[in-house]
């Protein structure tokens, strides 16, 4: 089994701040405009998707990282077996063999089959 970092970044932003936000890395950093699907806009970050979400009900910014597995089931057992729950209640992705957990300290992860 093989876990490693995923293609996409996840940036949870409050609505207050989320123009502003988005201006910074289109603006300030230059980063290119990938496109925008409802609430989020996403822009290339090296060789990942950076998504900034807009988040009607957030406080303060919050940050989600995608991992991929090449054996998603045996990574399932590995994270229950060391105690680390599944968060599948962060983010319904219907149809998807994917799941949600988060690391010790809070951060989000999207673990995706590879």
């Known amino acids: 089994m093989k876990i490693e970092g995923g293609n996409n970044i996840a940036i949870k932003i409050p609505k207050y ?14 980063l290119p405009h990938k496109g925008t699907e409802a609430n989020s806009v996403a822009f290339e970050f090296g060789s990942s998707t950076l998504w900034l979400d807009c988040m ?3 406080a303060q910014q919050d940050v989600w990282l995608e991992l991929k597995s090449s054996r998603l089931e045996e990574t399932s057992q590995l994270f229950n077996k060391v105690k680390i729950p599944r968060r599948d209640e962060v983010e319904i992705h219907e149809h998807s063999a994917g799941f949600w957990i988060s690391d010790p300290a809070g951060t989000i992860l999207r673990i995706n089959p590879k």
């Open 56 to 58: 009607e009900n957030y």
């Open 17 to 30: 701040k989320f123009e502003e936000t988005v201006a910074f890395y289109k603006d300030v950093l230059g």
